[in-house]
């Protein structure tokens, strides 16, 4: 499985991004997808993740102002990022649990891209 993530780049404070990320290589389906960012000197933190029912979950400091979505036709996950701030500047990871009857096989990550957001 791989996942190719797309979208990133610099953006002014108050301003929006949207984030891809495509998978493809799978022989099953995906259950939970989502978007995870690491700031410089900082560990992984979760953004957003949408499981194939369509539950979603969000960090708090990005509710209300980020939105996760996928398209399963695409196998491609989405993560909108609306009124940005400059604390939201990292480098963007996506993933995706590849899962066949309720277990999760693996855990796939993206290659990452960064997220810039000017003061």
């Known amino acids: 499985v791989q996942l190719q993530a797309s979208g990133g780049g610099l953006q002014q404070a108050g301003g929006s991004l949207r984030l891809s990320c495509a998978a493809s290589g799978t022989m099953f389906s995906f259950n939970e997808m989502g978007w995870y960012r690491q700031r410089a000197g900082e560990q992984r933190e979760l953004v957003a993740t949408?499981?194939?029912?369509?539950?979603?979950r969000y960090v708090e400091s990005v509710k209300g102002r980020f939105i996760i979505s996928r398209d399963d036709s695409k196998n491609t996950v989405y993560l909108q990022m609306n009124n940005l701030e400059p604390g939201d500047t990292a480098v963007y990871y996506c993933s995706a649990d590849e899962e066949l009857g309720g277990v999760v096989l693996t855990t796939t990550w993206g290659q990452g891209t960064l997220v810039t957001v000017s003061s």
């Open positions: 949408i499981t194939a029912a369509g539950h979603s």
